[in-house]
């Protein structure tokens, strides 16, 4: 099993909707979590931290569940400029190596 | 501007002509890092280095080298380059929270 997996997607989903990433992850990958955007070759930007209690900014929410060892994000009201890849990462128990999910594809359209 | 530079950008060369990548940041932070980025393969680790006295490997060291001379720069080294290392580069630095900024990448062709 891979250390953080993502649902490859393509999402394909009408401006306005609401969509929900998920990213599942092993024992290994246990620290911290994040999401990040990345547009079409360029770098991955930084999104939202992941909280247990759950993080919210705007439209995107995101939380980590750690008995069933998941991590969602939330777009609610999607816009076109939201079309993207989005990232899941963690990092392995002692915090040194980064652990990257395959990344998931959004098109929004309108 | 807090920022992580790389140069350069984009870079053809050829099998066994050794090249470097320089890295840079401002941001004053320990960790940096970098990794690789194919399709289908995501984005993976080469070397990170917790700080100038730390540096070990990621999950794909094989082929390159980096030094960690000064804070603010972490250069990848290709001794000798082959087709199987033509990618996308990307460096980062870390923040205390463990968020990741990212250089803007390069582009490598190595034919």
């Known amino acids: 099993r891979k250390e953080v997996e993502q649902d490859p997607g393509p999402f394909n989903v009408p401006e306005g909707a609401t969509v929900a990433f998920n990213c599942t992850y092993s024992n290994s990958a246990s620290q911290s979590f994040f999401w990040y955007r990345q547009d079409c070759r360029k770098e991955p930007k930084l999104l939202m931290s992941v909280y247990s209690s759950g993080n919210e900014d705007g439209r995107f929410t995101a939380q980590l569940n750690r008995a069933s060892q998941y991590i969602s994000l939330l777009i609610r009201d999607s816009k076109l400029s939201d079309s993207a890849t989005y990232l899941c990462?963690?990092?392995?128990?002692?915090?040194?190596?980064?652990?990257f999910g395959a990344g998931t594809r959004l098109f929004v359209k309108a | 501007e807090a920022q992580v530079t790389q140069n350069p950008r984009y870079l053809i060369t050829v099998t066994g002509k050794k090249l470097t990548v320089t890295c840079s940041q401002n941001?004053?932070?320990?960790?940096m890092s970098w990794y690789r980025q194919d399709p289908g393969l995501g984005l993976r680790q080469i070397y990170y280095s917790m700080n100038v006295e730390v540096t070990d490997k990621g999950d794909v060291p094989e082929g390159y080298k980096v030094s960690r001379k000064e804070k603010r720069n972490f250069p990848l080294i290709l001794e000798s380059p082959s087709p199987n290392q033509t990618s996308l580069y990307f460096c980062?630095?870390?923040?205390?929270?463990?968020?990741?900024?990212f250089g803007p990448g390069t582009r490598l062709t190595v034919t």
């Open positions: 941001m004053n932070h320990e960790y």
């Open positions: 980062a630095t870390r923040g205390g929270a463990y968020e990741q900024y």
């Open positions: 990462v963690g990092y392995n128990t002692g915090g040194f190596k980064t652990i």
